[in-house]
C-alpha cells in the first residue's frame, strides 16, 4: 500500500484524494492552507463544492504540511497556480532528495514564465540547494465534479523522467481512471493552462448568443495558437492532439463545470470581469494565465489573435462584440503557415 499527500483541498485535490481513498490501495493525508477548512472537513465528511460526495474516512487530515509530505510515496500538489510557489516553499524543508512530486495545477508563474513543476523545482532549490525532485504534471480533460462520482475518465502523467512518470501513472490508474504517460512535460503543461483563455473565448460567444460554429471555430484555432506558442518553445507537436491538448481543451471550452467557460460566458452576457469572476466563485485559473501567456506571444512574437481578444477584454476595457469583429475582420490567410 503505497502513502500519498494531497497538497490542497479544493475540489480536484479532493476528488483525486477520494478516488486514492476508495481505491482501497493507498493511506491517503490532506493538507490545507486553511485551518478552519480541514477543521469543516473534519466534522462533516463532506465538500461545499462537491455536493453528494461523502469524503472517506479512510482520509487522513493535517494542519501541519511535514505530516503530508514526509514519507509520501507521492506528493500531489493541488493547490491554485498562485499558490504553488508558496506552497512549495512550506513543504520544501520536508520534502526528500528524489521525493515523487506530482502538480495538477495548471498555469505558467506570472514573471517567471515558469510552468508549475518548474516553480516546485526552483522554489526547493531556493529554500533547500541541491534537493532535486522526481517532478509530474497530471493533466487532461478532467472535471473533479464527475472524477468525484466515478464517471470514466482518462488523463496524462507526464515526465522527462519516464520512471517517476510511471510511479504516479501506477498510484492514480483505478476502474475509472485511465492514466497514459507522456515525455513532453512542457507540452503537457503548456496545454493545462493556455486551455483555460480559449474556454473564456468560447464561453463569452455563447454569452453573446453565438452558436456552436462559433464554439468549433474558437476551439479550433485555439488549439492552433496553443500549439504555435508549443511549438516556438519545442515542444512535441503530437501533444496538442492528445488528451492534454485538444482533449482538455474540448472539455474546458464546452462543459457546465467549467468554471473559465462560466466566467466566459457571464462576461458575455454583459456583465463585468470582477462581478464574473466572484459569481463563479473560485478560481478562474485563464485570467490568472493571461499576463504570462500575453508576454510568452510578444517574445516569440506570434500572432495569436485569439488570446490577444481575451486580454483585451479581460485587462484593457474591450467589449466582447468589438473582438468578436476584430476576429472576424482580421486580413485573410491560409489556413496552415506552413503552406
Not at 22 to 38: F, K, Q
Not at 46 to 67: A, C, M, Q, T, W
Not at 91 to 114: H, N, R, S, Y
Not at 274 to 288: C, P
Amino acid at each position: 500500500m503505497s502513502r500519498v499527500g494531497v497538497l490542497g483541498t479544493g475540489t480536484w485535490g479532493m476528488a483525486l484524494a477520494r478516488l486514492l481513498a476508495d481505491s482501497g490501495r493507498h493511506e491517503v493525508t490532506c493538507w490545507s492552507a486553511l485551518p478552519e477548512e480541514i477543521d469543516y472537513f473534519i466534522a462533516t465528511k463532506r465538500h461545499p463544492n462537491l455536493p453528494g460526495v461523502p469524503i472517506p474516512d479512510e482520509i487522513r487530515f493535517v494542519k501541519d504540511i511535514s505530516k503530508a509530505v514526509e514519507g509520501m510515496d507521492v506528493v500531489l500538489f493541488a493547490v491554485p497556480s498562485v499558490f504553488v510557489r508558496s506552497t512549495a516553499h512550506k513543504a520544501a524543508p520536508f520534502l526528500a532528495d528524489g521525493q515523487v512530486v506530482a502538480d495538477c495545477a495548471k498555469g505558467i508563474e506570472e514573471g517567471t514564465m515558469m510552468f508549475l513543476t518548474e516553480v516546485i523545482a526552483d522554489e526547493t532549490e531556493k529554500t533547500c540547494p541541491g534537493k532535486k525532485l522526481r517532478l509530474v504534471a497530471l493533466s487532461g480533460p478532467s472535471h473533479a465534479e464527475e472524477v468525484a462520482v466515478d464517471i470514466p475518465t482518462s488523463i496524462v502523467s507526464a515526465s522527462t523522467d519516464i520512471g517517476a512518470a510511471e510511479i504516479v501513472q501506477d498510484v492514480f490508474m483505478t476502474g475509472c481512471l485511465r492514466v497514459y504517460t507522456n515525455t513532453d512535460i512542457k507540452g503537457v503543461e503548456m496545454c493545462g493552462a493556455l486551455k483555460n483563455i480559449i474556454a473564456i473565448a468560447v464561453g463569452c460567444s455563447r454569452g453573446m448568443g453565438y452558436g456552436d460554429n462559433t464554439t468549433a471555430a474558437l476551439i479550433t484555432r485555439g488549439m492552433g495558437e496553443i500549439s504555435a506558442l508549443g511549438v516556438a518553445i519545442g515542444c512535441d507537436p503530437q501533444t496538442f492532439t492528445g488528451l492534454a491538448g485538444i482533449g482538455d481543451l474540448i472539455v474546458t471550452a464546452t462543459s457546465e463545470h467549467s468554471r473559465n467557460n462560466r466566467c466566459g460566458e457571464m462576461i458575455g452576457k454583459g456583465i463585468s470581469v470582477k462581478k464574473a469572476i466572484e459569481k463563479v466563485g473560485m478560481v478562474v485559473e485563464g485570467i490568472n494565465c493571461l499576463p504570462a501567456a500575453v508576454e510568452l506571444q510578444e517574445r516569440y512574437n506570434l500572432d495569436l489573435p485569439i488570446i490577444s481578444a481575451v486580454d483585451a477584454v479581460v485587462n484593457k476595457g474591450e467589449t466582447p462584440a468589438k473582438m468578436a469583429s476584430y476576429l472576424m475582420g482580421r486580413d485573410k490567410s491560409h489556413e496552415f503557415e506552413s503552406k
